[in-house]
């Protein structure tokens, strides 16, 4: 599948998940804005990307800051063009019971997961209706999209919340040809799951190792944890769809953990 020409907007894409998505982009045509709350990370990644022959710029983008979405934006607007693909990439991760987490906690969560997918949706999909060719938003999903995990209430919540939002806009853009879709990886050895074993290891009381094997990874198929390159592959499959037939679809990336 090819992006040639297409631009895409990808946030969190210094590292992790989203920097091997902004990757895939490129090696298929795309141009890429690299927006996250890190600069310096974010003109790197675009660094490498330029170094090797693809056409990429970083910038500082903070999700829940609807000035710094808008100005994110309209920067990639005027260097690219256009804007063609959202991937709603950005996102922490906190682990709790719910009677630890703080009001602050949790607006912070659910701030950054779906205020961010919210702003960086209506500025991205201003421009997909002006410019009359239509779009693919993508919003990082996680198989807590659909099911649920102790400890982790405002993920599950902020996560279930982009089903909702993509589906809504799935409606909302199917007149412009502006598609919407959810990605629900699995556990992805990311810093973000990294930083959730000890977490999970003093809470639950257990090993760091029996986290791994006996919480994330025992309802797959192969004990196996996704790979940012699986997730890559998919979010390049919907953004170079070329009709409305997935649309509102959100697929799970998880060698079998959840079935549906």
Known sequence: MKLTGKVAFVTGAAS?????????????????????????AAEA????????GGKAIGM???VTSEEQVEAGVARTIKEFGNVDILVSNAGIQIVHPIEEFSYEEWKRMLAIHLDGAFLTTKACVRQMKKSGKGGSL??????????????????VTAKHGLIGLARTMAKEGAAFN??????CPGFVRTPLVENQIPEQAKTLGISEED??????LKDTVDGEFTTTADV?????????FPTNALTGQSLVVSHGWYMQ
């Not at 990644?45 to 170094?51: N, P, S």
């Not at 993508?138 to 993920?155: D, N």
């Not at 986290?211 to 994330?216: Q, T, Y």
């Not at 890559?232 to 170079?240: D, E, I």
């Open 232 to 240: 890559a592959q998919v979010a390049l499959m919907f953004a170079a």
């Open 16 to 40: 992790g998940l989203g920097k091997e998505i902004a990757l895939e982009y490129v090696r298929a045509g795309a141009s890429v804005a690299i927006a996250d709350i890190n600069q310096a």
């Open 138 to 155: 993508i919003y990082m999903g996680s198989v807590h999209s659909k099911l649920a995990s102790v400890l982790k209430a405002p993920y």
């Open 211 to 216: 986290v791994v094997k006996k919480v994330m």
């Open 60 to 62: 500082a983008v903070d």
């Open 45 to 52: 990644t675009a660094a490498e990307i330029a170094k090797s």
């Open 178 to 183: 502006i598609r919407a879709n959810v990605i």
